[in-house]
């Protein structure tokens, strides 16, 4: 976990931008619209030194995507 809170710490700015711009997707030449690539991280914590109650706050970003529902053209 605290590997993990490293790695989101050190996530540069702009990849946790809730809203990024456009990018044009070839071969489909479809205009994208670009969000964020990173939840927002909000801190590390070890709560109690006894137990080791460790928490890693981070934003809610819905339910996580099931690549095998996606088609060719999606992925």
Known sequence: ???EA???HS???HFKHEYMGYQ???PC???QKLYQL???FYGYYELDDRTRTLLLMMEDCGSPI???SLTQYQK
Do not use: A, T
């Open 38 to 40: 990173v939840p927002h």
């Open 1 to 3: 976990l605290q590997n």
């Open 66 to 68: 099931d690549s095998s």
């Open 11 to 13: 996530f540069p700015e």
């Open 24 to 26: 044009l997707v070839k």
């Open 29 to 31: 030449h479809i205009l």
């Open 6 to 8: 490293k790695m989101y």
